[in-house]
């Protein structure tokens, strides 16, 4: 069992910026894609980001394209995500994942272990 940790999550007014981190642990985190989807209430969790496993192929949904910037940092077995311009409409519960292959997929099925979530609220 694979257990991942959000962390960094908050309230923040729109405009603002977090930076969002997801520990992994063991030694095979460097050897799969990550990725970060986000689920608002009422609506079914959406594709956010994703990045290969060597960071060279990262993949956004067009909704934060420009604004969100996903990274990671293989010897410390941590995956990023930097939030920029926040808006109101980025509420929500954010959720990293580990991918299935080395290459970033943006649909939950290509994802095998989830975390717990950290919960993102930007205010108008």
């Known amino acids: 069992q694979v257990q991942l940790v959000e962390s960094g999550g908050g309230l923040v007014q729109a405009g603002g910026s977090l930076r969002l981190s997801c520990t992994a642990p063991g030694r095979t985190f460097s050897w799969y894609a990550m990725g970060w989807f986000r689920q608002a209430p009422g609506k079914e969790r959406e594709f956010v980001a994703a990045?290969?496993?060597?960071?060279?192929?990262?993949p956004y949904a067009n909704s934060v394209k420009g604004r969100f910037t996903i990274s990671r940092d293989n010897a410390k077995n941590t995956l990023y995500l930097q939030m920029n311009s926040l808006k109101p409409e980025d509420t929500a519960v954010y959720y990293c994942?580990?991918?299935?292959?080395?290459?970033?997929?943006?649909?939950?099925?290509?994802?095998?272990?989830w975390g717990q979530g950290t919960q993102v609220t930007v205010s108008s």
């Open positions: 990045i290969s496993w060597s960071g060279d192929n990262t």
């Open positions: 994942a580990r991918g299935t292959a080395s290459y970033p997929a943006t649909t939950t099925t290509d994802y095998d272990y």
